[in-house]
């Protein structure tokens, strides 16, 4: 099965926005991805200097054998 990593902002970092509404959209987002055949993760990074760790783990976990 094909697989993907999608990244971008955690909504709860972003100021005045409805974080909880766009991270459900997100997460419904997500899930078409397995509709069409593909398993989907996703990272989320914040502005606080912790993107890099985020996405170093996250690409371990997604990575085959990772």
């Not at 991270?23 to 989320?44: K, V, Y």
């Not at 760790?53 to 990575?63: F, N």
């Amino acid at each position: 099965m094909p697989s993907v990593l999608v990244v971008g902002y955690d909504p709860q970092a972003i100021p005045g926005i409805d974080g909880d509404a766009l991270r459900a959209a997100l997460d419904a987002e997500l899930a078409r991805f397995g509709e069409h055949g593909i398993d989907a993760s996703m990272a989320l990074v914040g502005f606080d200097g912790s993107a890099e760790e985020t996405l170093v783990e996250a690409a371990q976990r997604w990575l085959p054998g990772g």
